[in-house]
């Protein structure tokens, strides 16, 4: 007898209409307090065909919770008052993903004070059995562009060495590779973060419903994310070699992506085939339901519960909008470039055109500096104030080139280099342009007074800044040489060029800043 049978012939659950209420409330009042990061998840969906599937996420929840329905007549609701301890924990979680424009973190938040509310009004006993299909609901959450790089290149190094392993000859350069019948390169639609994502949330949910062993779980799960890595770089190699042998006739275009999806099908096809010879049943007394029904739900305490729950999680956004007040700067930001003991000087014709693929700042400053040895830099300094979806200091979304441009990015690497008797820790990238010229941009962020070349120092920054209520005030450095055969040459000239005017920077910084 499986668990579906033998809970639809259980006695249905008794809750009476005010307790039924007071639960909706408290699950559902989250959705209403934070419109705004719930309307910010389906904006994604719906640019998105990676996290599409965010839509089927909630229905597959509630179908999960109503098919053991039965066990809330088994055991009753007891309000767990400890838990409001991590439904604040969670709002200011969200707060301060706020105050740096987490936007990713504050979607978290949200989601996870759904299970929270749940565990305060129903209490530990009841909430546990319907852990998973609460937690299942994290999955709608749009994340997994953090591993892109990450996964890129790994595809690039698993396809290059097993084409090499396959006895072509093939001259690499970063994630672009020549090989003799034509060249490839790994791209984001190539690393494989659709099939990984797609591959976690059906590993994850048929696990629930296949397995009852903990182990047998994990393994499974485990088996979800590694699967669709190897996969993908299997299916990148197999693209590769089809163009190849085909004088790039097949495999070059939209067909590809066919091959791709119809590869991943096949091989998730093949891990739940083999996942269904360890299927487990649920155990009888589980099946059939835990105990005689507990009778009517007391509404008093579930109401009093569900009002603390409300109240904890609408504090936040009031907080927020209180210090979104208070750090609104309205005046305009004036960058000034007359402290700069470089003079302006013509760009080399290589990055005439070139422009960072930022949000638009506020106020930019820059162009080509020269030195009185004839050194030559491209400077773009972006400054940004009263941040807003759309325009902020860092996104996943701010690259070294435009999308769709002449310049594309090949390579980067953390550096540190000493300038004025001081460490300055940033990040070299390296751009190839028209004809294959090439060049090193050096970038670092500015923040709360601050150098940083990391990404989540800088929201932390941002973050104690606001919270604070000393505004969000931030610029992006980027500094760039062109370069022939020899790297240094390029590093010589930006690092003469901040030996000079590192100090005049800053006061031009500062001086935007105290304006």
Request: with cysteine; net charge positive; proline share 6%.
């Amino acid at each position: 007898m499986n668990e579906s049978t033998a809970l639809a012939g259980a006695a249905p659950s008794r809750f009476p209409l005010p307790a039924t209420l007071a639960i909706l409330a408290a699950v559902l009042a989250p959705f209403l307090i934070y419109a705004g990061t719930a309307a910010s998840m389906v904006a994604i969906w719906n640019s998105s065909e990676t996290f599409a599937h965010g839509y089927i996420i909630l229905p597959i929840s509630v179908y999960l919770i109503w098919r053991r329905r039965e066990v809330f007549a088994s055991i009753p609701a007891q309000p767990c008052w400890p838990a409001l301890g991590l439904l604040a924990l969670c709002g200011f979680g969200w707060l301060l993903a706020r105050m740096g424009e987490v936007q990713v973190v504050m979607q978290y938040a949200f989601v996870a004070m759904i299970p929270l509310a749940a565990l305060t009004v129903l209490g530990w006993r009841l909430a546990r059995k319907f852990a998973f299909p609460l937690g299942f609901l994290l999955f709608a959450v749009p994340f997994g562009e953090a591993f892109v790089p990450h996964l890129i290149n790994f595809t690039a190094d698993f396809t290059v060495a097993a084409v090499r392993a396959s006895g072509i000859p093939v001259l690499r350069n970063g994630t672009y590779f020549e090989l003799p019948t034509g060249n490839w390169s790994v791209v984001e639609a190539c690393s494989g973060v659709r099939y990984l994502i797609a591959s976690i949330t059906l590993g994850c949910l048929y696990s629930y419903l296949s397995f009852t062993s903990l182990k047998r779980r994990a393994i499974f799960v485990a088996l979800s994310v590694l699967v669709p890595i190897v996969a993908n770089g299997l299916r990148a190699y197999m693209i590769v070699m089809i163009g190849h042998h085909s004088s790039m006739q097949l495999a070059t275009g939209v067909d590809h992506l066919i091959y791709g999806w119809l590869f991943f099908g096949l091989v998730m096809f093949v891990m739940f085939w083999i996942g269904s010879f360890w299927r487990q049943d649920p155990p009888a007394a589980e099946a059939a339901g835990a105990g005689a029904p507990s009778g009517l739900l007391v509404a008093r305490p579930l109401a009093g519960a569900a009002l603390a729950a409300i109240a904890v999680s609408a504090l936040w956004p009031v907080l927020a909008a209180v210090a979104d007040r208070a750090n609104h700067n309205p005046a305009p930001v004036v960058l000034d470039d007359s402290r700069l003991a470089w003079r302006k000087a013509p760009q080399p014709a290589l990055l005439a055109n070139w422009v960072p693929g930022y949000a638009a700042p506020d106020a930019r400053l820059g162009g080509g500096y020269a030195g009185n040895a004839g050194q030559a830099v491209t400077l773009h300094l972006l400054y940004y104030r009263n941040q807003e979806r759309g325009k902020v200091l860092i996104s996943s979304t701010n690259r070294l080139e435009q999308r769709g441009d002449e310049y594309l990015q090949v390579g980067s690497a953390a550096r540190s280099e000493t300038i004025g008797g001081r460490t300055l820790a940033l990040r070299e990238g390296r751009l190839k342009g028209p004809a294959g010229q090439q060049f090193l941009v050096w970038h670092w962020l500015w923040i709360d007074g601050r150098y940083t070349a990391n990404d989540y120092a800088g929201k932390l920054l941002q973050a104690k800044s606001k919270l604070l209520m000393q505004g969000d005030d931030g610029a992006a450095v980027l500094l760039a040489a062109p370069f022939t055969d020899d790297r240094e040459s390029a590093r010589a000239a930006m690092r003469a060029f901040l030996d000079a005017n590192m100090t005049p920077l800053e006061a031009t910084l500062d001086a935007a800043r105290e304006r």
